[in-house]
């Protein structure tokens, strides 16, 4: 999210559960997150290549199996103009939390950014979590990520861990 002000929803914006049918479009989204971590920081995250729209278009699609996962779209005018991806979690001793819901993805396709869609992504996913129980939410977001983290403190998010990353040194 690159604007702090946002314009009104485009028209026909309307956040639906995904579809198999979406996966390309989904992949197409998620390729651009891929390659905006990395560009954050390409010794931490990941670089986009050749296969990654495909393989987490596919990766995403298989999520619509799980019970536990959701995956929702932002379309506008048959077009899929960003995505959210989130999950049940139960207790983490690793993260210290008990169950919570978590959303792993939230994307927007650039030229649709500061229109309210990612708002409106977020506030759905919020509203799935909770109808499925969840008592927290939680997300990461890129330090680098300064429209995002805008995004979810107006949500009412908190930080409340920092990752820190250290590259082997031999």
Known sequence: MAADVEKPDPPSLVVRAARPDDGPALGRLAAMLVDLHHRFDADRFIAADAGTAAGYGGYLVSQLKRPQAMVLVAEAGGAVLGYAYAGMEGHDWMALRGPAGAIYDIIVDPEHRGQGVG??????????????GAPRVVLSTATRNEGAQRLFARAGFR???VEMTRERTD
């Open 159 to 161: 930080p409340t861990m």
């Open 119 to 132: 708002r409106r992504l977020l506030d759905q996913t919020l509203a799935a979590l909770a109808e499925r």
